[in-house]
């Protein structure tokens, strides 16, 4: 999708709501004019501050949008070790799992056990801006 | 780090935001399955909003409606198409952010004839379904006014023809346990693969006495 088409979709899918208008704009402009290296890896800060506004669930639905139904960035998830920063993907399933039995799963790095995994997972974006609209007829494999 | 904003909290923010939720449901699916299920879980939150506003949309064209209906989920991060091209000129395709492979299909009728809406369910059961794993389950959405009489009736008749005219199909209630839904399940014709679709009554009569 064009930056263009881009622009005519999230204004036409908001046009009841310029605050979501808005972030979702400043959201485009941003990955727009962003290194490719850093567009691996954008963390909700950013989003957030890049949004120019205070409100966690207005930005979490502009990078749901942007995420799920325009495809400009992935929305990914990742354990975050508090103490020396290193991260490590968590996939869905152990995701899904863990909202049920949090206290069932253990560090990626230590081995330990964790009262509460969730507590140390945080989403994190992939900036997606060569994609182009997935192939519509074709079957893939999973 | 995220300033803080952990997937404990983010949670602990969709169990007060409603459409939070959904657009979590929709974009952590690990299974076919999954998306499956929250996407009907949105479904319904968009059928109680349509029926609530039922004197602005009893007049609406199918499309005008599908549209809307196209518009509330993506805004909850499901990737829609109306009148996409997919073995012809589908009212609503309905995508996964966690799967492009995955695949919903929607075909929606305001209820005119019993005859109307199996044309719609053909349609959407022999061309639109691929009928290949994880591209086997779909709707149909039912647009009911008000001279089609009770909406639990219409439902009931509906899955009296599609027996009529579909012998080998299973049915079975939907998990809500809502009158006016059911599912059926038939082998798609040409992978064999079972399909199933969920037919879902949208109640948008308006005839207030005074």
Request: net charge positive.
């Given at each position: 999708m064009s930056r263009t088409d881009l622009i005519d979709c999230i204004l036409g899918d908001w046009n009841e709501n310029p605050e979501m208008q808005s972030i979702c704009l400043a959201i485009v402009g941003y990955i727009h004019s962003t290194d490719s290296a850093t567009l691996r890896h954008i963390t909700f800060s950013t989003l957030l501050r890049e949004s120019n506004t205070q409100s966690y669930e207005a930005v979490l639905q502009a990078a749901g949008y942007l995420s799920g139904?325009?495809?400009l960035m992935d929305w990914r998830w990742e354990y975050i070790n508090d103490e020396t920063g290193r991260c490590e993907e968590v996939d869905l399933s152990t995701y899904n799992a863990a909202k049920i039995d949090p206290a069932n799963f253990s560090s990626p790095f230590s081995g330990t056990l964790e009262p509460d995994f969730l507590e140390h997972v945080y989403p994190y974006f992939v900036g997606n801006i060569s994609r182009e609209t997935p192939d519509k007829a074709g079957e893939s494999n999973e | 780090m995220s300033e803080g904003l952990n997937a404990r909290k983010i949670e602990a923010l969709a169990l007060v935001n409603p459409c939070l939720r959904r657009m979590l449901d929709a974009l952590t699916a690990a299974t076919y399955e999954q998306f499956v299920d929250g996407l009907y879980r949105h479904l319904e939150d968009v059928i109680k909003f349509l029926e609530l506003n039922r004197e602005l949309r009893h007049k609406d064209d199918e499309d005008r409606l599908t549209v809307e209906i196209a518009g509330q989920l993506k805004q909850c991060a499901y990737q829609v198409t109306h009148n996409?091209?997919?073995?012809?000129?589908?009212d609503l395709v309905v995508r996964s952010a966690c799967n492009d492979s995955w695949l919903w299909v929607g075909e929606a009728k305001w209820h005119s004839s019993y005859d109307y809406l199996l044309q719609g369910y053909h349609q959407l059961t022999t061309r639109y379904l691929p009928g290949t794993t994880n591209r086997n389950k779909g709707g149909m959405l039912i647009y009911l006014n008000v001279r089609d009489g009770y909406a639990k009736e219409v439902i009931r008749q509906w899955r009296s023809k599609l027996i009529e005219e579909y012998p080998a199909t299973k049915f079975e209630e939907s998990e809500s346990c809502n009158d006016l839904e059911f599912l059926s399940t038939q082998d798609h014709q040409d992978t064999g693969v079972p399909c199933t679709v969920r037919h879902m009554a949208i109640c948008l009569k308006h005839a207030p006495l005074a």
């Open positions: 139904s325009v495809r | 996409e091209k997919v073995g012809g000129h589908a």
